[in-house]
């Protein structure tokens, strides 16, 4: 889209002859233009002799000195790659590898509580959709590193534990305890993918990363940490099976 230049002021008054008072020193900063002179009747800038036609941007006469003119050819290149570092693909990965790992320990204690002699189906529900949670996460850092042309590398994820059980606790606050432990340090890892970004000077995943998962993410820590709470209160016995089944008619992942 082309520009058109204002009109020129007038540095007189129509009435008087005297000149209209100098504009203030800011304005005069931030309106500074090289100096001009005129060549057949046209403003040409001193500096390269272009004409000023009102044109402030010239798209093609930028590309021919950007690297955006650079369209890659080769086959294993992405087109859709700027400005996304090494260091911000593999910190991406590594992050698709923390959730994973966190719906396979979710997903375990899912099982856990399924079983018939277990028979507490508010928390296997719960950690059900904790761990679909988990993985909806990874799935979405998957399709971020496709959009900024990276490449998914999945890493190899640990097998978790298969008994929540414990002696003093019982198995309903041994385990809500542990979720909260995964639940801080994948904050911790989230926060440190932040970080990448930042330093990357890439503030497109710095929002991203902000927008989709920071803020859920202290939600979840204060949930689960009012559900040890909660649990810590009940004790082993009888409580246990009311907290199950507040879950069972409320239960919200977390």
Same mark, same amino acid.
């Given at each position: 889209?082309?520009?058109?230049?204002?009109?020129?002021?007038?540095?007189?008054?129509?009435?008087?002859?005297?000149?209209?008072?100098?504009?203030?020193?800011?304005?005069?900063?931030?309106? !500074?233009?090289?100096?001009?002179?005129?060549?057949?009747?046209?403003?040409?800038?001193?500096?390269?002799?272009?004409?000023?036609?009102?044109?402030?941007?010239?798209?093609?006469?930028?590309?021919?000195? !950007?690297?955006?003119?650079?369209?890659?050819?080769?086959?294993?290149?992405?087109?859709?790659?700027?400005?996304?570092?090494?260091?911000?693909?593999?910190?991406?990965?590594?992050?698709?590898?923390?959730?994973?790992?966190?719906?396979?320990?979710?997903?375990?204690?899912?099982?856990?509580?399924?079983?018939?002699?277990?028979?507490?189906?508010?928390?296997?529900?719960?950690?059900?959709?904790?761990?679909?949670?988990?993985?909806?996460?990874?799935?979405?850092?998957?399709?971020?590193?496709?959009?900024?042309?990276?490449?998914?590398?999945?890493?190899?994820?640990?097998?978790?534990?298969?008994?929540?059980?414990?002696?003093?606790?019982?198995?309903?606050?041994?385990?809500?305890?542990?979720?909260?432990?995964?639940?801080?340090?994948?904050?911790?890892?989230?926060?440190?993918?932040?970080?990448?970004?930042?330093?990357?000077?890439?503030?497109?995943?710095?929002?991203?990363?902000?927008?989709?998962?920071?803020?859920?993410?202290?939600?979840?820590?204060?949930?689960?940490?009012?559900? *040890?709470?909660?649990?810590?209160?009940?004790?082993?016995?009888?409580? *246990?099976?009311?907290?199950?089944?507040?879950?069972?008619?409320?239960?919200?992942?977390?």
């Amino acid at each position: 889209m082309l520009l058109k230049a204002p009109h020129p002021l007038p540095l007189l008054s129509p009435a008087s002859s005297e000149a209209s008072p100098p504009p203030p020193a800011s304005l005069r900063l931030a309106l !500074s233009l090289p100096k001009v002179q005129t060549r057949g009747g046209r403003v040409v800038a001193a500096s390269g002799g272009h004409v000023i036609t009102g044109v402030v941007f010239e798209p093609f006469e930028e590309l021919k000195h !950007s690297e955006l003119c650079v369209v890659p050819t080769a086959p294993d290149q992405s087109l859709a790659r700027q400005k996304y570092a090494d260091d911000s693909e593999a910190a991406i990965n590594l992050q698709i590898n923390v959730e994973y790992n966190a719906s396979y320990v979710y997903h375990a204690m899912f099982a856990y509580f399924d079983r018939d002699n277990v028979a507490l189906r508010g928390l296997a529900k719960f950690f059900k959709e904790s761990s679909e949670e988990e993985r909806d996460h990874a799935q979405k850092l998957m399709e971020y590193q496709n959009k900024r042309g990276g490449k998914v590398k999945l890493l190899p994820i640990i097998s978790p534990l298969t008994e929540f059980d414990h002696p003093e606790k019982g198995d309903a606050l041994h385990a809500m305890e542990l979720a909260l432990a995964i639940e801080k340090l994948t904050n911790e890892k989230l926060l440190s993918l932040h970080s990448v970004a930042q330093k990357c000077n890439d503030a497109q995943m710095q929002d991203f990363v902000e927008t989709e998962f920071l803020g859920e993410q202290v939600e979840a820590i204060k949930k689960i940490a009012e559900y *040890v709470a909660q649990l810590r209160r009940v004790g082993k016995g009888h409580g *246990v099976w009311h907290f199950d089944q507040m879950l069972l008619h409320e239960g919200a992942a977390a």
